[in-house]
């Protein structure tokens, strides 16, 4: 039976998304509508008038050219379809290299490339810890709340007498 309760309340959230999507967009096109603007996607075919500072885009006849100010908008958000490909493809390659590099470091028998692999690692993959220490050192004094007084929800609140890491 818990499949079947699984189930029907996917269906809910699914068909509460659905009915929220719905009204806004019926919010939307009635506030379109007081202000005389039609709610279509029309504009689409109208001249961009800007341009990009890179980009391909796909014309008609022509196939993939480069983008002009006096293509459409629809050959505008292709165009920024076609960067946005391009500059993901790129970085999943070189994250791939990277990633490789790495663990072939992190497996190596050289002391040095192990210790430089480990490094990148904790420094530049890990940095959580960094983040947390440097919030944890420095919020509770550059903070609204007097002397490091800091309160968190539920727990408390942290104080001066309390080891608190601001300068009296």
Do not use: H
């Amino acid at each position: 039976m818990p499949r079947l309760r699984d189930l029907l309340v996917q269906g809910l959230v699914l068909g509460l998304v659905a009915w929220g999507l719905f009204l806004l967009l019926g919010e939307a096109r009635s506030r379109m509508a007081a202000q005389g603007i039609p709610f279509s996607f029309a504009f689409l075919s109208q001249e961009a008038g800007f341009s990009l500072s890179e980009g391909v885009t796909y014309a008609p006849g022509e196939g993939l050219r480069p983008y002009y100010p006096s293509d459409t908008y629809l050959q505008a958000l292709l165009a920024g379809f076609f960067n946005t490909l391009k500059v993901a493809l790129t970085g999943i390659a070189v994250a791939t290299l990277l990633g490789l590099l790495v663990a072939a470091g992190r497996l190596s028998t050289n002391p040095l490339a192990r210790a430089l692999a480990a490094g990148y690692v904790e420094l530049i993959r890990n940095p959580p810890f960094f983040s947390f220490s440097f919030s944890s050192g420095t919020l509770p004094c550059s903070s609204s709340y007097p002397r490091g007084k800091v309160p968190f929800p539920g727990v408390g609140s942290s104080s001066p007498s309390g080891g608190s890491p601001c300068p009296r």
